[in-house]
């Protein structure tokens, strides 16, 4: 049986294995016929679909429902630098429109607000809590499945789009980000819309999808600037080249959609940088107030070459601090567990894909998903593996429905054609390479179900076996094949996958899996993902951050088990210097805050990152004591600022846990230049401003520039107040005439 999938591009279309051709336009009713009810339509899909198709589909999108949403609130805050935003945004609506850490609008996220609107909306509805900031994160990752597998199924079939759609639920990365409030959850959706988009408008021609997809990126810009912008040059080109369309029709499409995209994205940059900067809020992670400057920059370049200003590794440009580069990056101990189980299948599955289309018509649609999907797979693996600056593990999530398109139509394509010798061996190996990676990857943590990695390896080399005579042997036995080669595909990721369901994830930096899933540096670090390379941040000299099984990160080897930083100087988040630390309890940070994870691990109560004395650390936030909070919220409504911190991560420890504004001094690294000492000083003496709190930031206090400025001067100037473990300075009370 010969399959033709290009019908919308004139290629005539028939049967497949997996029921009617897919591509089919629904029938239209006759004059006359009354239309199905919506409830009927909605369970029995289109109607040349086989029945089980859309039950099935409804089924898979209830099931990750459910699995993303089991146990929510452990993770609690998720990252607080975030969700402070969330809560600043839920009570101003300035701060909801520049994305303001604070609803004092003193400082903005280093992002842009887009992907914070959504979980401002639903706080606002259903008030400040975990599952209110979470669950619509995971209604994204919901629709990035349905997403996937529609644009799988609408070309190959629902068995490769359900394949699609399970790969990518069931992406370690995934599951993380999918409960989490970082902005990479609605990226990866809105990357995920503008594949499908473009492929639609290859099928047909018509602007309105290209415009759609322009717009959907423009959208994902002000979620996290210019990596939404990674897969343009695959989209556009792959629709100048295979639209249905005369040359100069497809530039002027391409035209209008960039101008959509320009539209999308940059109406909110042209408010930001038009409005009077005296009167909105500082742009965070800037050095110049400028949101360009932070795109460009910070956000921008410096994100591929390392000179990132302002940053924990500014100017540093290829110093391996955010971990090694190379094109093996996203399978090594850092990263592979987190997104490349298939990756080296689907890139089997990719080559065979353009192989098997390859003599087909200009413009097949087939030929066109292959290099959207799989062209957006390259390019962005391709940034992330080279990108000299900050790289944390989870950005692989925008991999995902790539991947996940990738293996389903790849899969679906090479079944279709397993009569020939070539796709059977091909459809095997693409197993086999999935199985044996499978294996690697289990044995990296070989403590973890030991067993698991022998069944994946057996079962993928029995299922290639069957795999390969697949289009001579009985069609049972070939899908029982097919079936075993899936279950060992997908047993390890499953496996991670329930496994970072199980925990709970807080702090800036975190890792999917089991505790060892992941090494950020490739070595100096214990369970969960360690230190940095040299035990940086997991700990320096001076500092003894401890796991919850008293293993040394980074710090002195087998000492205070219980995660004690007696000395609290270390860097980041080691509080002032000179200050005594916190007795904490096994699984818990250095000041007995739950949740702050060792860089590379982020699950509550795995690590001790938090710093020392109540302040928060550069990655985490502090423990904020009955005290504390009772201190900050007296008197608090006479205050615009009930206190001031160094550090975005500890100001937002504070705000969360009194519900009042907090500013962050000098924005997340506790670098940029806001408030300048002259401003402070004009907020203090005005009255705006009750307390500062001591520590956060880089180095708990030891930041150069304005921050070390106002710190140096509170410390000379006012009064100190203990409340709990925690300093203050009284804003209100000076020690001399400053």
């Known amino acids: 049986m010969t399959t033709h999938y290009d019908q919308p591009a004139g290629e005539q279309a028939g049967a497949t294995a997996w029921g009617p051709p897919p591509a089919a336009p629904p029938r239209a009713p006759e004059a006359g016929e009354p239309g199905r009810p919506f409830a009927r339509r909605l369970w029995r899909g289109r109607p040349e679909d086989p029945r089980w198709a859309r039950p099935a ?39 909801f429109f520049f994305g303001s850490l604070d609803a004092g609008n003193a400082i903005t996220v280093d992002k842009p607000p887009a992907s914070l609107w959504p979980m401002e909306l639903s706080v606002r509805v259903f008030g400040l809590h975990s599952w209110a900031i979470l669950a619509p994160e995971v209604l994204m990752g919901v629709a990035t499945v349905a997403v996937v597998y529609g644009g799988v199924r609408r070309r190959f079939g629902p068995v490769p789009g359900l394949i699609a759609g399970a790969v990518l639920a069931l992406t370690p990365v995934a599951a993380l980000m999918f409960r989490f409030n970082n902005p990479d959850a609605m990226l990866a959706l809105l990357m995920a819309v503008a594949c499908y988009l473009v492929v639609r408008a290859v099928e047909d021609g018509r602007t309105k999808w290209l415009v759609w997809a322009g717009a959907a990126i423009g959208f994902a810009f002000l979620a996290k600037t210019l990596q939404a912008f990674l897969i343009l040059p695959p ?125 087909r018509k200009r413009t097949s649609v087939t030929r066109a998903s292959f290099l959207v999907w799989g062209g957006s797979l390259l390019m962005t693996t391709a940034v992330f593996s080279y990108m000299a600056g900050i790289f944390h593990q989870y950005y692989t999530v925008a991999l995902a429905p790539y991947l996940a398109a990738v293996t389903g139509m790849g899969a679906g394509l090479l079944w279709e054609k397993r009569r020939e010798t070539w796709a059977s061996i091909t459809l095997a190996a693409s197993v086999v390479a999935a199985a044996a990676w499978g294996y690697v990857l289990l044995d990296r943590t070989s403590d973890y179900l030991p067993w698991l990695k022998w069944l994946v390896l ?75 390379r040299g035990g940086f941040p997991g700990g320096m000299p001076g500092q003894n951050q401890q796991n919850g099984n008293g293993n040394a990160n980074g710090g002195t080897q087998g000492q205070n088990p219980q995660g004690q930083n007696p000395q609290g100087n270390g860097f980041p988040g080691g509080g002032m210097p000179g200050q005594q630390g916190q007795q904490g309890q096994p699984g818990q940070n250095a000041n007995g805050f739950p949740g702050g994870g060792v860089p590379g691990a982020g699950r509550t109560g795995e690590g001790g990152m938090g710093g020392g004395g109540g302040a928060g650390g550069l990655l985490n936030g502090a423990s904020v004591s009955a005290a504390a909070k009772k201190l900050l919220e007296t008197n608090a409504s006479d205050y615009t600022w009930v206190a001031a911190s160094v550090g975005s991560q500890n100001a937002a420890s504070y705000q969360l846990a009194t519900g009042d504004p907090v500013m962050a001094i000098g924005g997340f690294n506790g670098t940029d230049p806001s408030p300048t000492l002259a401003q402070f000083k004009k907020y203090v003496a005005d009255g705006r401003i009750h307390y500062f709190i001591a520590g956060g930031g880089m180095g708990g206090g030891g930041n150069s520039g304005t921050s070390s400025q106002i710190s140096s001067w509170v410390q000379s100037n006012f009064k100190k107040v203990t409340a709990g473990s925690a300093t203050f300075y009284d804003l209100t009370r000076a020690t001399t005439s400053g």
Not at 239 to 247: H, M, N
Not at 290 to 296: C, G, K, P, Q
Not at 461 to 484: E, H, Q
Not at 496 to 509: A, D, N, P
Request: net charge positive; proline share 4%.
């Open 57 to 95: 589909f409804l089924g898979l999108l209830a099931t990750t429902l459910l699995l993303y949403l089991y146990d929510l609130s452990a993770s609690g805050y998720a990252n607080s630098f975030y969700s402070a935003a969330v809560q600043a945004g839920s009570r101003s609506w300035k701060a």
């Open 235 to 359: 989209l556009a080109l792959v629709y100048a080249v295979c639209a249905p369309v005369p040359l100069k029709r497809r530039f002027g499409q391409l035209a209008a959609a960039t101008l959509a995209l320009v539209v999308s994205g940059g109406w909110w940059v042209a408010v930001v940088e038009l409005w009077p900067a005296s009167s909105r809020p500082y742009v965070g992670g800037s050095q110049n107030n400028s949101f360009l400057e932070l795109t460009f920059g910070y956000n921008g370049l410096g994100r591929l070459n390392g000179e990132e200003t302002g940053s924990v590794g500014g100017g540093g440009g290829g110093t391996g601090m955010w971990g090694e580069t190379g094109w093996d990056r996203m399978f090594g101990s850092e990263v592979g567990g987190q997104i490349s189980w298939l990756l080296p299948a689907a890139l089997i599955l990719l080559a065979a894909g353009l192989v098997a289309t390859g003599k």
């Open 458 to 532: 057996v079962g993928g080399l029995t299922a290639a076996l069957g795999l390969i005579f697949a289009g001579r042997i009985p069609r049972r036995l070939a899908l029982g094949a097919a079936a075993v080669g899936l279950v060992a595909a997908l047993a390890g990721p499953t496996a991670y996958t329930l496994s970072t369901l199980q925990q709970g994830h807080s702090g800036s930096i975190v890792t999917a899996g089991p505790a060892g899933a992941s090494t950020m540096g490739g070595r100096g670090g214990g369970p969960g993902g360690g230190g940095m």
